[in-house]
């Protein structure tokens, strides 16, 4: 929405494209709408140091350095669209209109409602795109209507910012659509693919039954507790201290005590001590929506996958390595390193959409296209057995339940390679599937992605024998910087079926 915005006012006719509802259907609206940055408190160095120290030195420091200098025209971009930021060490956050309502949603309203206001951007929803088209550089998209026509769009720039691909996890708070369409859409187009080892995991997401998977927000309530089956203080037991900072410094660690803590037995939220005037206050009141007795009764919870760190390489422009291909967001890589400071997400979507969409729009003014057809990179078949909504769900699932166990918050050897060959029988056996209706066309290409982008996980992960960041190795406990201060790169061979991989030294 951002790039759309930029992109209009430079000159640029603008479509946006989205195979479900723009807004509401983003990751950004679930988020607590916090933006980490430099303020009149907090240095642009210090902001610089401190994303560095959090990717443990493998983040692309040019892209950092960018986003503490730009930071600030972003947040004026926010408060041009009647939101308030409140200012707090380290950023802003959005004001929510609402103490019940997400922030996250008050943030995605105001974006949308300005591009409702401004003429020439075109919002194409139910669009499901399927390949990114190029001869010499950009010439469009093609995909398919949620009617069953086929769409062919031409364009000179494309700007892909299609989010991540947590929802390929069994557990995740990401919205359900997050499969890696975009990478790979990337991939497709010949894209490499960065550091797709790096996952962020969230500690603390509600897995209680029957309740919506939902992260629960920072500060915690000081009378919290996290206990198991016996009522043992999980945090207390192995001294985590507070959990809102926790969150904050140490969110790697969190995550895998939680997860190896859940392998016993469930994980329990316990706000019973709270006090009553907390209820009223948000995070807290963001619970009153919810049928669940949270005053009275402990609630499931577990580590959640939350936001991927690798992705497609951009430069300071928001240029991909594609002529006239330009990506921000959670599929573009570089930012982050080894993993992302709490609140930084949602600033380098702000930073680099302003970018990408503002230098589309000058490479599509400059880029005239020819009247011939655009060729896509790679045409499908649709020949097999039938499928059924029941075969696809059941292949989500074991898909799911395969990245959580073998690529989850705490991984090894063993488990990577038996990954792999558990996905190499799921890809096969997904080829052969022919789709008969939209939903089950859509079904079937959420699943590819996924099996792609675990692949390419599991592959990156295998290799990286040390522990950094938000990637843990059981077998590697280490961080080892004299052999692993580097980035890893995947090429896929479509020919062959599989990635080559390649690693680049930071500097």
Known sequence: MVAAIEARQAGARVAIIDKGQIALGTNSALSNATFFGPTRQYSPEKYVKDTLRTGREINREALVRLVAKEAPHAFSLLRSLGLTLVEFQGGYYIKSVRPDLIPGITLVKALAGKIRSVSGIEVLTGVYVTDILKEEGIRGIRGFAKTGEEVLIHAPAVVLATGGAGALYLRSDNQKSMMGQGYYLAAKAGLELWDMEFVQFYPLVMAQPGLPSLLLYPPYPE??????????????????????????????????????????GPLYMDYRMVPASQWKKHPLSLLARIKFDFRKQPFVVAPAAHFFMGGIRIDEGARTSLPGLFSCGEVAWGLHGANRVSGNALTETVVFGKIGGRNAARYALTH???????????????????????????????????????????????????????????????????????????????????????KAVLTASLSRTESRGSFIREDFPRQDDINWRKNSCLKYDWGEGRFSLRYHPIG
């Open 368 to 454: 005239r296209m020819s009247q011939s057809e655009p060729k896509a990179l790679l045409e499908k078949s649709s020949h097999g057995i039938s499928s059924s909504p029941r075969t696809l769900r059941e292949f989500r699932q074991r898909m799911r339940e395969m990245a959580w166990r073998h690529a989850g918050v705490v991984r090894d050897e063993k488990g990577l390679r038996e990954g792999l060959a558990k996905l190499g029988k799921v890809e096969a056996d997904l080829k052969g599937i022919a789709p008969h209706t939209v939903n089950e066309r859509i079904g079937k290409e959420n699943l590819m992605s996924a099996a792609f982008v675990l």
């Open 223 to 264: 009378r919290a507790r996290v206990i198991n089956d016996a009522e043992e203080d999980i945090l207390e037991k192995y001294g985590i201290g507070n959990p809102s900072e926790a969150h904050i410094t140490k969110r790697d660690t969190f995550s895998a005590i939680l997860f190896q803590e859940s392998i016993k």
